[in-house]
């Protein structure tokens, strides 16, 4: 299988900035995803999989509660979600209102105009 | 994530170190070559994990952990009487790419199952299980023959 390159922009801005709080949204978000049927839990995504990362190599114990992710550069969006399925429904239907729900949540959470949303939806498992 | 998708967010992946490690402050001695080693693990893991790109309907593309659309269609398989799946591969196809999947499998088949109509099973279970499952379409099977196993379970009835 063949994944196309991603078109990858530098994160410019983070935390709050021009009606952005990004810990709220993020927070937003985690409660809309995983209230969508279908969706049994996140998993971990970049932020959570470096947090084990450096704590294996700094022999530390750390972790990143798990959330969707999500950053602003510029006027754009991005959000990144790894989640668990059940097998309730087919995966590109839950896909679809996953997409639906962060829209909604995102034009409601987000002071100002927005432009492109880039949504990385990740799924990591499905149990029966 | 394939390999592929881990070297396109590296640059994503480099700014969540770099933030990240912001707030540990690593001792001096341990930060050397400490964000590379990170990134190496990172994009280890990731391997080992493949996903495939898909694309809804509607034209929202994700990406689902391969092992799971494999494990799917292995199930599939196996439903068919006499068929035994051996390797599943599947590759995003379509238009836009990804809105459908083209499966080739390798399957064994017990002594006395007449082959071509086992593989038209074998498609229809397969090219099923995909849209009610993941509700991706199969625009191709392809069933090969490897190998003839002895059904001592069936024998026994």
């Known amino acids: 299988?063949?994944?196309?390159?991603?078109?990858?922009?530098?994160?410019?801005?983070?935390?709050?900035?021009r009606g952005f709080d990004e810990a709220a949204v993020s927070a937003r978000l985690t409660e809309s995803v995983t209230g969508v049927d279908g969706?049994?839990?996140?998993?971990?995504?970049?932020?959570?999989?470096?947090?084990?990362?450096?704590?294996?190599?700094?022999?530390?114990?750390g972790s990143e509660p798990l959330r969707v992710e999500v950053w602003r550069t510029g006027e754009d969006l991005g959000v990144r979600i790894d989640a668990h399925l059940?097998?309730?429904?087919?995966?590109?239907?839950?896909?679809?209102?996953?997409?639906?729900?962060?829209?909604?949540?995102?034009q409601a959470a987000v002071d100002g105009p927005i432009g492109e949303i880039d949504i990385d939806v990740h799924i990591v498992s499905r149990s029966r | 994530m394939s390999d592929e998708s881990v070297n396109a967010t590296d640059a994503h992946l480099?700014?969540?170190?770099?933030?990240?490690?912001?707030?540990?402050e690593p001792d001096p001695a341990e930060?050397?070559?400490l964000r590379e080693r990170i990134?190496?693990?990172?994009r280890e893991d990731a391997v080992l994990a493949p996903a495939t790109k898909l694309t809804t309907e509607r034209g929202n593309p994700f990406r689902i952990s391969t092992a799971e659309v494999r494990g799917i269609i292995r199930e599939a398989v196996d439903a068919v009487p006499g068929i035994r799946a051996r390797s599943v591969n599947l590759t995003p196809a379509g238009e836009p790419e990804g809105s459908a999947v083209e499966v080739a499998l390798t399957v064994m088949m017990s002594v006395g199952t007449a082959f071509v109509s086992a593989a038209e099973d074998v498609r229809r279970s397969v090219a099923g299980a995909l849209i009610a499952q993941v509700g991706i379409p199969a625009l191709r099977i392809d069933v090969t023959l490897e190998d003839?196993?002895?059904?001592?379970?069936?024998?026994?009835d």
Do not use: W
Request: glycine share 8%; proline share 5%; net charge negative.
């Open chain 2, 31 to 33: 930060s050397i070559g």
């Open chain 2, 14 to 24: 480099r700014g969540i170190i770099d933030e990240y490690m912001e707030a540990f």
């Open chain 2, 39 to 42: 990134l190496q693990i990172v």
């Open chain 1, 1 to 17: 299988m063949t994944e196309k390159p991603r078109v990858v922009k530098p994160r410019v801005e983070s935390g709050t900035s």
């Open chain 1, 39 to 61: 969706v049994t839990g996140l998993a971990p995504g970049l932020r959570g999989m470096i947090a084990n990362a450096a704590a294996q190599v700094m022999r530390r114990t």
């Open chain 2, 148 to 156: 003839v196993f002895v059904d001592e379970e069936a024998g026994d």
């Open chain 1, 86 to 106: 059940d097998d309730s429904r087919p995966v590109t239907e839950i896909v679809d209102e996953l997409f639906a729900v962060i829209a909604v949540d995102l």
